[in-house]
């Protein structure tokens, strides 16, 4: 069983168009996030988000939107695509441990966006 | 922060030797590790974490050391497999913020 799945795996899009990636996790995790994987493989985190909060990296354009519509999905919305925007996105799910606490971060396939 | 170079950082070891990939976190303040493994069309996957009150913590056939004085990670792997060709990668917390991931280094593994 796929612990945290993201569709589609690899998506090809001209500029300007506007395209959405799916992720799910089967882990009953509370909080959900995406990465940013460049050509050099410099992982950066985009969003994370549980049911009381959405956090946002202040370097992510207006144009990337998480939309969540249950605890078991985030999915990432993008506008507008630009060239600059061709990368890895990954999803990835943690369960949420509180003030101090850390947990795991799961990882979903990756996502390899080409924008034309 | 970390710099990120025009090349990503490459160690090749022979089959069955040690392999040590270095870190260099970047907040000193931070106080939760983790060392992940990404393999080519994969997800980052977990390998061991490390609490800054520990210097050393061992896994099966992996050991983390924690130099806080100077801000150094490094993940030690015995006897290198094949199956241990990858990148990997650092990431630090501060408090349960959110991870920040280092830049990365290829392992190759020579037959």
């Known amino acids: 069983d796929t612990a945290v799945s993201q569709t589609p795996k690899y998506l090809v899009t001209q500029m300007g168009n506007d395209k959405s990636i799916k992720c799910e996790q089967n882990?009953?995790?509370?909080?959900m996030y995406w990465y940013k994987q460049d050509s050099k493989k410099f992982l950066k985190i985009m969003f994370s988000?549980?049911?009381?909060?959405?956090?946002i990296n202040e370097t992510v354009p207006n144009r990337f939107s998480p939309k969540s519509p249950d605890k078991a999905h985030l999915n990432l919305h993008i506008n507008s695509l630009e060239l600059g925007d061709s990368a890895v996105y990954f999803c990835?799910?943690?369960?949420?441990?509180?003030?101090?606490?850390?947990?795991?971060?799961?990882f979903g396939p990756g996502t390899r966006l080409t924008v034309l | 922060g970390e710099s990120v170079g025009l090349h990503l950082p490459t160690l090749s070891v022979q089959e069955g030797d040690n392999s040590i990939i270095n870190c260099a976190y970047s907040?000193?303040?931070?106080?939760?590790f983790i060392w992940y493994k990404q393999e080519s069309g994969k997800g980052p996957q977990f390998i061991i974490d490390?609490?800054?009150?520990?210097d050393k913590r061992q896994g099966q056939r992996v050991t983390v050391l924690l130099n806080k004085t100077v801000k150094h990670l490094s993940l030690q792997i015995a006897a290198t497999q094949p199956g241990d060709s990858a990148v990997y990668f650092c990431?630090?917390?501060?408090?349960?913020?959110?991870?920040?991931f280092g830049p990365g280094t290829r392992l190759s593994v020579l037959p």
């Open positions: 882990l009953g995790h509370d909080t």
């Open positions: 990835a799910s943690s369960q949420e441990g509180g003030q101090g606490a850390y947990n795991e971060q799961f």
């Open positions: 907040n000193s303040a931070s106080d939760y």
């Open positions: 990431a630090e917390n501060n408090y349960g913020q959110n991870f920040v």
């Open positions: 988000y549980n049911n009381k909060e959405l956090i």
């Open positions: 490390i609490r800054s009150n520990m």
